[in-house]
């Protein structure tokens, strides 16, 4: 079972930036693909991102596409999101996960556990 620590989330005027990580322990990290969801209150969780282990394949949601970019650290449990002109509509609690596959990645079922979170909140 894979352990997931999210941090990063905070209050940002629109247009603004935030950097989320995310920290994985708890099992092999090979042939898995690093994945963002977000949830807003009311909403189901939502594909954002992904990356491949390898860190040579990205995959964006239509929605942040040209705003978000997903990138693997220089530690191999490491992942980030670098959030820019951002929007109210982009307001939730964002998490991460690896999955095991690219074909189901943007299935949240796909994923036995999650994290808490981090809040990510866009003020107008």
């Known amino acids: 079972q894979v352990q997931l620590v999210e941090s990063g989330g905070g209050l940002v005027q629109a247009g603004g930036s935030l950097r989320l990580s995310c920290a994985a322990s708890?099992?092999?990290?090979?042939?898995?693909?690093w994945v963002w969801f977000r949830q807003a209150p009311g909403k189901g969780r939502e594909f954002v991102a992904a990356?491949?282990?390898?860190?040579?394949?990205?995959d964006y949601a239509d929605s942040v596409k040209g705003r978000f970019t997903i990138s693997r650290g220089n530690a191999t449990n490491t992942v980030y999101l670098q959030m820019n002109k951002l929007k109210p509509e982009d307001a939730a609690v964002y998490y991460c996960?690896?999955?095991?596959?690219?074909?189901?990645?943007?299935?949240?079922?796909?994923?036995?556990?999650w994290g808490q979170g981090t809040q990510v909140t866009v003020s107008s």
């Open positions: 990356i491949s282990w390898s860190g040579d394949g990205t």
């Open positions: 996960n690896v999955g095991p596959r690219t074909s189901t990645m943007r299935i949240p079922r796909t994923y036995g556990s």
């Open positions: 708890g099992r092999a990290f090979s042939s898995y693909v």
